[in-house]
């Protein structure tokens, strides 16, 4: 008994420091909705962990493509910045996002925006094996009067 409980702490401490990266990369795919219109959302990110508890995030999404009315379609991405507060919990990473993000819509028949504006999400990632953990998240992009939100799965590895 006492072995299997040992077994169990040390698993649980390896799986808890890979949560803590020095260097970590992923990918989500997910629904975003602008004013009620829906699309598929893609991220790509990378990130260091620069305390046991804090790190920092960048990376692209292309928040999709809405229709905004007949003929008209608007399709969004953004660049992000972000700092990333975490606690692990074993293999669970619950995780908070906040940050800057420059943003880019184009709109049929209308001239390209883009802009510079708040970025803000939570979400949870669970370690399945080693380095490797999946999860789900929640993010608001903020387009000066609009505002995108997303609900994604994730699958990151953490390198270091």
């Known amino acids: ?10 698993a649980g ?5 890979s949560a803590d990266a020095l260097i970590y990369g992923g990918a989500n795919v997910g629904q975003s909705d602008l004013n009620g219109e829906t699309s598929t959302s893609s991220t790509v990110y990378v990130g260091t962990g620069i305390l046991p508890f804090l790190g920092i995030e960048a990376g692209y999404t292309n928040l999709g493509s809405f229709d905004q009315s007949a003929g008209v ?36 028949g209308q001239p390209d925006d883009d802009g510079v504006d708040i970025m803000y999400g939570f979400g949870a990632e669970y370690f399945m094996m080693g380095p490797f953990s999946v999860g789900a998240g ?14 994604t799965l994730n699958a990151t590895f953490h390198f270091l």
Do not use: C, N
């Open 1 to 10: 008994m006492k072995k299997t409980l040992l077994a169990l702490a040390l």
């Open 13 to 17: 401490f390896a799986t808890t420091a």
């Open 73 to 108: 379609e608007t399709k969004a991405t953004t660049k992000f910045i972000a700092a990333r507060p975490s606690v692990d919990l074993g293999p669970l990473h619950i995780y908070g996002r906040a940050g800057l993000q420059a943003w880019e819509t184009t709109t049929t």
């Open 138 to 151: 929640y993010e608001v992009y903020e387009m000066d009067d609009d505002r995108v939100e997303t609900f």
